[in-house]
């Protein structure tokens, strides 16, 4: 049984694929917690894309992110953390009203029991035109300097002399 058959609202995946996929091997970017709940919420890009794109996507959209809500977290452990998590994600029944997940990566692992887990939906993007460039992201040449090294023209204002 694929893991989102676990969740609370499994029909939101399979709108998007004609026949179920694992979805095990996931890309994930980003984790949130917060105390009511107490909650885990999770972001990351599934893999494969889906088959039966949203028509609300943007032209072009390649990537998929889902967005996880763990709730009723009993136990939790992060280690590692790194900007390409590319692993593993498994959901399993322990008890009634009691799940164990686990995603597992070669940098990064997070692991935890919890009550529930819930879709908060599935959204579509384009990801970077480079090949396995991350999205929105830009060689370090582009990246905004912090003003400790920017160069003197950067910091330059109209009253300091400076062209415009």
Same mark, same amino acid.
């Given at each position: 049984m694929p893991w989102y058959d676990l969740t609370a609202n499994p029909k939101v995946v399979h709108g998007y694929y004609s026949t179920a996929p694992a979805l095990d091997r996931m890309d994930v970017h980003g984790v949130r917690l917060h105390r009511d709940g107490p909650v885990l919420h999770l #972001? $990351?890009? +599934? =893999? *494969?894309?889906?088959d039966m794109p949203s028509k609300r996507w943007p032209s072009g959209a390649n990537t998929a992110r889902i967005d996880l809500a763990l709730w009723g977290i009993r136990s939790l452990t992060i280690e590692g953390w790194a900007?390409?998590? /590319?692993?593993?994600? #498994? +959901?399993?029944? &322990?008890?009634?009203? !009691? +799940? !164990?997940? $686990?995603? &597992? %990566?070669? #940098?990064? %692992?997070? !692991?935890?029991?919890?009550?529930? &887990?819930? =879709?908060?939906? =599935?959204?579509?993007? /384009?990801?970077? $035109?480079? *090949?396995?460039?991350?999205?929105? %992201? !830009?060689? *370090?040449s582009q990246l905004p300097l912090s003003p400790e090294v920017q160069s003197s023209d950067s910091q330059r204002t109209p009253s300091s002399g400076g062209c415009g």
């Open positions: #972001t $990351a890009d +599934l =893999i *494969p894309f889906p900007t390409d998590m /590319v692993g593993q994600f #498994t +959901l399993e029944p &322990v008890a009634e009203r !009691r +799940l !164990r997940f $686990a995603f &597992v %990566s070669d #940098t990064a %692992s997070i !692991r935890g029991e919890c009550m529930a &887990v819930r =879709i908060d939906g =599935i959204t579509g993007y /384009v990801k970077g $035109a480079e *090949p396995d460039a991350a999205p929105n %992201s !830009r060689p *370090p």
